[in-house]
C-alpha cells in the first residue's frame, strides 16, 4: 500500500528529471505505468488529481534524448489510446450508473429535472465540450461522466472522444519533445507547464466567452 502512495505522490509532483530515473529503472514497464496514469486520470472520477499535462510535457521532453529508452512514436498511440479508452469509460459510468443515482424527483441536487437540462446541453454543445475539456484539468476527469448521464449519443461522444484525446496528448508531448531540453525549460518546468496549460485553455475561454456573448444578443429586451 506504501509503494502504491509513493507512486501516486511521485506522479502528482512530476518532472523531467524523476520520468527519465523511473524510464531507466522500470525499462518497458514504464509503459504500463504510463498508460495506467493517463486511463485512471481520463476515466475513473476518483482520481481527477493525477497529473496529466505535466506528465505529458516531461514524457515529451525525455523522449527527445537520443539515449532515452521511451520512444515518442510507441508512448504517442499508448497514451492516446488510454485516454480514448478513459474517456469511453468515463462515459459508460456515467450512462449506466448516473440514471440510478439522478432517479429522485424530490432531490435538490440529483434529479430527473438535472438530467434532462444536463443531456440538452450536450447534444446542444457537447462536441466543443468534450474536446475543450481535455485542455482544463479536472473538468477533463468529469466532463465524460456528466455527457453519460445526459446519455449523449455514443456514436456522437466517440467522434469529440477520439479528436479531443488525439489533439491533448500529441499537443502535450509534442511540446515537450520541441522544447522540454532546453536547460531555461528545465529549471522553471512547472511554470513552463503552467503556462502551456494556459495557453491550451483560451479556446476553452474563448468559446464560452463567445456562448455568453452570443445568448446575451439574442436575448429579448424588456418589454420588446
Known amino acids: 500500500m506504501n509503494s502504491l502512495f509513493d507512486l501516486v505522490h511521485t506522479l502528482i509532483n512530476i518532472d523531467t528529471a524523476t520520468v527519465n530515473s523511473y524510464a531507466h529503472a522500470l525499462g518497458p514497464w514504464l509503459y504500463v505505468v504510463l498508460f495506467a496514469s493517463v486511463f485512471a486520470e481520463t476515466g475513473l472520477v476518483v482520481t481527477p488529481f493525477l497529473p496529466g499535462d505535466s506528465l505529458l510535457f516531461a514524457v515529451g521532453a525525455v523522449a527527445a534524448h537520443p539515449d532515452s529508452p521511451i520512444r515518442l512514436g510507441m508512448v504517442s498511440v499508448q497514451l492516446v489510446i488510454a485516454a480514448v479508452l478513459g474517456d469511453a469509460v468515463n462515459y459508460s459510468i ?124 439574442h436575448r429579448p429586451s424588456p418589454g420588446g
Do not use: C
Not at 429522485?104 to 446541453?121: E, G, P, T, V
Not at 474536446?131 to 456514436?155: E, N, Q, W
Open 94 to 217: 456515467g450512462r449506466y450508473v448516473g440514471p440510478r443515482v439522478f432517479s429522485r424527483q424530490d432531490s435538490w441536487l440529483l434529479n430527473q429535472k438535472h438530467l434532462a437540462r444536463a443531456h440538452q446541453f450536450y447534444e446542444d454543445y457537447g462536441g466543443v465540450t468534450i474536446i475543450l475539456a481535455r485542455f482544463i484539468p479536472i473538468v477533463r476527469t468529469f466532463a465524460p461522466f456528466v455527457a453519460g448521464i445526459g446519455k449523449m449519443t455514443y456514436s456522437r461522444f466517440a467522434t469529440y472522444n477520439v479528436t479531443g484525446g488525439v489533439a491533448w496528448i500529441l499537443l502535450f508531448l509534442l511540446a515537450g519533445w520541441g522544447f522540454g531540453s532546453s536547460e531555461l525549460v528545465q529549471r522553471n518546468f512547472k511554470l513552463v507547464v503552467v503556462a502551456v496549460v494556459v495557453i491550451s485553455v483560451l479556446p476553452a475561454v474563448y468559446e464560452i466567452v463567445r456562448a455568453r456573448m452570443g445568448r446575451g444578443r
